[in-house]
């Protein structure tokens, strides 16, 4: 079974770095990238970018450019989403899928970040 | 990049409705669109691929077609089940692009 299991709940302060992750299982993760996705509290499904499993090869999605980091280790079979300067702003629940043809499948539980003084 | 304008924002049918979804491309994606269902307080599933292929173990009652910039999801006989937000998706070209959802209830 293709499962994508990633990190836990995180509560952090503005001004704090985060390194969330994404690992991988059930498949050879060399095949196919993996795609972030945010969901601010009550809103949308946004696209964040996608990375080869390699790491060399990264697309952001322009608001999301310079805003974060993404990086993978096929090592570990994991992806990892990284801000240096959380704001309120980045408040959501990340989500990373598996992404071999283009759609999304599967996905990750989430991961629920709050930024709050 | 690619905008998708998914239409109605929000639907409310009853149980045994013919309901259908529309999402337009911007620009033409060929058949690079699919179809995703959040259910309340989970995780987007993945209900069709290349506008009109079901995902393994998605129900019947689900279809998807179009090409080009003009898409429909149809669901042929609505359940209580179904009750969720619906999104589609550009992977034509990055940033694959979702729409803005259609959040469908039960009348």
């Known amino acids: 079974e293709v499962q994508l299991v990633q990190s836990g709940v995180e509560m952090k302060k503005p001004g704090e770095s985060l390194k969330i992750s994404c690992q991988s299982s059930?498949?050879?993760?060399?095949?196919?990238?993996i795609g972030w996705v945010r969901q601010m509290p009550g809103k949308g499904l946004e696209w964040m970018g996608i990375i080869n499993p390699g790491g060399s090869d990264i697309r952001y999605s322009p608001p999301f450019q310079g805003q974060v980091t993404m990086s993978a280790d096929k090592s570990t079979s994991t992806a990892y989403l990284k801000w240096r300067s959380l704001k309120a702003s980045d408040t959501a629940i990340y989500y990373c899928a598996r992404v071999c043809s283009g759609w999304l499948d599967p996905w990750g539980q989430g991961t629920l970040v709050t930024v709050s003084s | 990049d690619i905008q998708m304008t998914q239409s109605p924002s929000s639907l409310s049918a009853s149980v045994g409705d013919r309901v259908t979804i529309t999402c337009r491309a911007s620009?033409?994606?060929?058949?690079?669109l699919a179809w995703y269902q959040q259910k309340p307080g989970k995780v987007p599933n993945l209900l069709i691929y290349?506008?009109?292929t079901l995902q393994s173990g998605v129900p019947s009652r689900f279809s998807g077609s179009g090409s080009g910039t003009d898409f429909t999801l149809t669901i042929s006989s609505l359940q209580p089940e179904d009750v969720a937000t619906y999104y589609c998706?550009?992977?034509?070209?990055?940033?694959?692009?979702f729409g803005q959802g259609t959040k469908l209830e039960i009348k």
């Open positions: 059930g498949y050879n993760f060399a095949t196919c990238w």
């Open positions: 620009q033409g994606i060929n058949n690079y």
């Open positions: 998706q550009n992977y034509n070209s990055a940033p694959y692009t």
């Open positions: 290349a506008a009109s």
